[in-house]
């Protein structure tokens, strides 16, 4: 009988960094899985990190941004099956952050409108997912 290999499990946090009705998204850098495609920043947990820890540490280096921990609020988690692998997608609401986001990994970025369509694409299952909770006002 065949054995079926596990997915690889992918433990990862994404930010929500919102002004208004407008949201922060970035696109994948080029090299990484689903490159180009549009995402909340963020990234995967390092062993022992929190998702809050992580998300502190992937501001800082992806997007330039400050975080306190206790400024990042879990909103939601989405468990999402990839070619890739499962990945198991913690998204924190960030309350409060210093600096101006920027692209410091090459990648594109945008301040999405959540009340209008996005027509930024691919947008990443989980992008969407996310933003469509985001227009029920949460």
């Not at 009988?1 to 002004?19: D, E, G, S, Y």
């Not at 998204?25 to 490159?35: E, F, I, T």
């Not at 909340?40 to 022992?48: A, C, D, I, V, Y």
């Not at 997007?63 to 890739?84: K, M, S």
């Amino acid at each position: 009988m065949a054995q079926i290999t596990p997915k690889r499990v992918i433990r990862a946090v994404a930010a929500i960094l919102q002004n208004g009705s407008y949201v922060f998204m970035s696109s994948r850098p080029h090299g990484k899985v689903h490159a180009l495609s549009w995402e909340f920043p963020g990234g995967k947990l390092e062993s022992g990190e929190s998702p809050a820890q992580a998300l502190v540490r992937e501001l800082r280096e992806e997007i330039g941004v400050e975080v306190l921990i206790e400024d990042c609020i879990p909103l939601t988690f989405i468990a999402q099956r990839y070619d890739h692998g499962d990945v198991e997608l913690h998204v924190l609401k960030i309350t409060r952050w210093l600096g101006e986001p920027q692209a410091l990994e090459g990648q594109e970025i945008h301040w999405q409108d959540i009340t209008k369509p996005c027509y930024k694409e691919p947008l990443l299952i989980t992008t969407q997912k996310i933003l469509d909770l985001l227009a029920t006002g949460c």
